[in-house]
């Protein structure tokens, strides 16, 4: 499978906002659920947000919930996270991921790491105090 290639990432001040891409090749977009994931030195990769393949169905992690926005767009095969009101702790390398699964699809399916099986290779963002 291609990797999909995330892009946008970058340094930002506390408040600030950012949106990073995901430009997905390979398979057919319109038919693969697309997660965010980050993961900070030291720490596991963690799930951040996720939207179902039909578009209908979008899922957050708590600590962003209210701050970040996933949205995709098929017809440019991209996916992207708008991330407002950015905090120190949002600094991490952020990965986007694909999953294939078309039924049952719940927001613990889609938070789990091991759910996917194509993932890029990341983009760096920077949260400055």
């Known amino acids: 499978q291609v990797q999909p290639v995330e892009s946008g990432g970058g340094l930002v001040q506390a408040g600030g906002s950012l949106r990073i891409s995901c430009a997905a090749s390979?398979?057919?977009?319109?038919?693969?659920?697309m997660g965010w994931f980050r993961q900070a030195p030291g720490k596991e990769r963690e799930f951040v947000a996720a939207?179902?393949?039909?578009?209908?169905?979008?899922y957050y992690a708590d600590s962003v919930k209210g701050r970040f926005t996933i949205s995709r767009d098929n017809a440019k095969n991209t996916v992207y996270l708008q991330m407002n009101s950015l905090k120190p702790e949002d600094t991490a390398v952020y990965y986007c991921?694909?999953?294939?699964?078309?039924?049952?699809?719940?927001?613990?399916?889609?938070?789990?790491?091991?759910?996917?099986?194509?993932w890029g290779q990341g983009t760096q963002v920077t949260v400055s105090s």
């Open positions: 390979g398979r057919t977009f319109s038919n693969v659920n």
């Open positions: 939207v179902s393949w039909t578009g209908g169905s979008t």
């Open positions: 991921a694909q999953n294939q699964k078309k039924w049952g699809i719940t927001k613990a399916t889609l938070m789990a790491v091991y759910e996917y099986d194509v």
